[in-house]
Every structure is written in C-alpha cells, then in structure tokens.
C-alpha cells in the first residue's frame, strides 16, 4: 500500500501579489504533474492578499472534483522556494486511507454546534472510501486562530468523534 504527496507553489511578482486565478491554476499544475495521479486531497495554503474566490477557481480548474481544503498564510513555502505573497497546493494520493471533509461554522458563538456541524458533514461528504480494514482514523484541522476556543475545539471534536 502507498501513500504520496506531491507540492506546487506560485508566488506573484515581486512589485504586486498578482492573479489569484493564475497563481491557484499554476500552483496547482505543478503539484498534479509531480504527483503523477489523481488526487485523493488537495491543501492550500495562500496569501489573504489575493482574491481568495478566484484562486479557488484556479485550483479548481486544475483538479476538477477533488476536495480541496486550505486556509490563508503569512507566508508560504514548500521544499525549494518560500514566499510571502504566493499560492502552496500540497496534493494528497493514496490506497491504504479514506478522505472526508467538512465545514463547522460559528466557532466562537457555539462550539459544540459548529464541531457537530463539522462531524456531520464527515459523515455525509466521504469523497474517497477507506479501504477494507482500515482501522486509523486522522482529523487535519483548519481553525481560525482568532475566533477563539481553540481547545474548546479540540476538547469537542475528540468527544464527538469518540477519541475523548
């Protein structure tokens, strides 16, 4: 069984951000091509500079159907090139795990709500079955920092999903 992770990166010149659109298919061109498959899952990480709706078109032109997750950056590197202004698309291939994801919103008003919320929507968005007998499961979470409740969160999401 295999599992790997190809990375792509595009940054905007260096007297401005640039396109979002382009930098999103860019990064995402280059993570495909070293991957050499079909994703399972993309990850983004990206300057809030950029039109955030417009490099999600970019990525997604790139990779079609394949769920995408991500959150924005102070800064964005991969393994030969850092920038601060720019587009990390990390795609994700394997035969031996499942991918589900989700949304929780309203962390900060009501946290047990926005982790159900989030558990629900792992239940229902599986995009890619666990293979028989797999038996792990792992949560990559994306959180707002600044909407508070950060342990809350966790503290939440492990009860929920049982590891708590």
């Known amino acids: 069984m295999t599992t790997r992770m190809a990375v792509g990166h595009a940054a905007g010149p260096t007297t401005g951000v ?3 659109r382009e930098l999103g298919r860019k990064a ?3 993570a495909r091509e070293r991957l ?3 994703p399972i899952l993309g990850l983004v990480f990206a300057t809030s500079k950029l039109d955030l709706g417009a490099l ?9 159907d394949t769920p995408v997750i991500g959150c924005s950056s102070a800064g964005e590197f991969v393994s030969d090139r850092i920038s601060d202004g720019g587009v990390a698309v990390s795609l994700l291939w394997s035969d031996e795990m499942g991918v589900s994801v989700g949304v929780g919103e309203g962390l900060r008003a ?5 982790v159900r919320q989030l558990c629900g929507d792992f239940k ?3 995009t890619t079955p666990a293979p028989q007998g797999a038996t792990n499961r792992t949560v990559l979470l994306l959180s707002d920092g600044m909407a508070g409740n950060g342990e809350g969160l966790v503290d939440n ?3 929920e999903l049982g590891g708590g």
């Open 36 to 38: 050499g498959a079909d």
């Open 157 to 159: 999401l492990a009860m």
């Open 56 to 64: 999600a078109d970019g990525v997604c032109s790139v990779l079609g």
């Open 28 to 30: 995402a061109a280059e």
């Open 124 to 126: 229902k968005n599986v």
């Open 18 to 20: 640039g396109d979002g």
């Open 110 to 114: 009501n946290t047990t709500r926005a």
